[in-house]
């Protein structure tokens, strides 16, 4: 089972002025098992920070972080705002440049293109597809290298409302026929509430202000009664913070 673990996490940034700015300011966070954690905040409360922090791409100031899955350290997967194919492979190529087990590969890759309803597409190059298609490929690419932790920034917010309510349920269904742990950063409440088993709200200032646990049945869909009213509930909450801060 995979985990991570964060504890007492500080960052702080030093401006040429040699000036600090604390922005993420003692976070504790305990993720395990099959779950889809998202973390909600306003613009600049270290959401993106965080994530990268647990990626590795960025050191922290102080407290730690551990990526486990078992006795043995995690295998971690990232998914960017933007998917970053390479634009001279097919779309297959570009999931068999990312195998680090090459064994099976093909398999793997054509299982998770499926899932994202792209099977037929394997031939094309990412030049030949729309955004949200290539986004897909970019989630499908994640899965396929079977990480134990899955790592996402953003990966809908510069998709167009129809778009990203598609790949919301494409994520879902290859979580749920693949579960990870999944850290998942988003601006977007809707789609925090449609796709978490719990959401964690970053405040102003990099601190943990609520964690919100979602107990609702799956697949979920943004126009379920139940969903939209945790929507509608969290959003509240959501402005009370932003008005607090
Ligand atoms: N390399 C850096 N050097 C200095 N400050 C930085 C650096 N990277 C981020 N910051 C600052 O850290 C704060 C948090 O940034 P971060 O991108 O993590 O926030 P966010 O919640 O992801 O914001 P958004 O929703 O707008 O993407 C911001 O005030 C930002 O200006």
Redesign the pocket.
């Known amino acids: 089972m995979a985990s991570i673990e964060i504890d007492g996490l500080v960052k702080d ?1 030093q ?1 040429r002025q040699g000036k600090q ?1 604390r ?1 993420l300011d003692g976070i504790d966070l305990s993720i395990s098992g099959e779950t889809f954690v998202s973390i909600v ?10 994530l990268n922090i647990v990626s590795g791409i960025e050191s922290l100031s102080n407290g730690s972080v551990r990526l486990r899955a078992g006795d043995r350290d995690a295998k971690v997967g990232y998914v960017f705002q933007d998917p970053r194919l390479l634009p001279w492979r097919t779309v297959t190529q570009n999931l068999r440049f990312v195998q680090h087990d090459r064994s099976g590969w093909e398999q793997r890759a054509q299982h998770y293109l499926d899932l994202v309803g792209l099977g037929h597409l394997g031939d094309r190059y990412p030049a030949q597809l729309s955004g949200g298609q290539q986004q897909r490929i970019g989630i499908a690419r994640a899965f396929s290298v079977e990480p134990d932790i899955l790592l996402m920034d ?1 990966p809908f917010s510069h998709l167009d409302a129809m778009t990203s309510r598609s790949l919301r349920e494409h994520l879902e269904r290859i979580w749920l026929e693949s579960r990870r742990t999944v850290m998942f ?1 988003t ?1 977007d409440v809707t789609e925090a509430v449609q796709l978490s088993d719990r959401i964690v709200v ?1 405040a102003p200032g ?1 601190r943990i202000h609520e964690t919100i646990e979602v107990d609702l049945p799956r697949p979920r869909r943004a126009s379920d009664p139940a969903v939209a009213m945790l929507q509608a509930e969290v959003l509240a909450r959501f402005e009370v913070m932003e008005a607090a801060a």
Not at 41 to 50: D, E, N
Request: net charge neutral; charged share 10%.
């Open positions: 940034y401006n700015t922005v905040g306003p613009s600049g409360s270290g959401k993106t920070t965080l953003e950063v601006h970053l990099g």
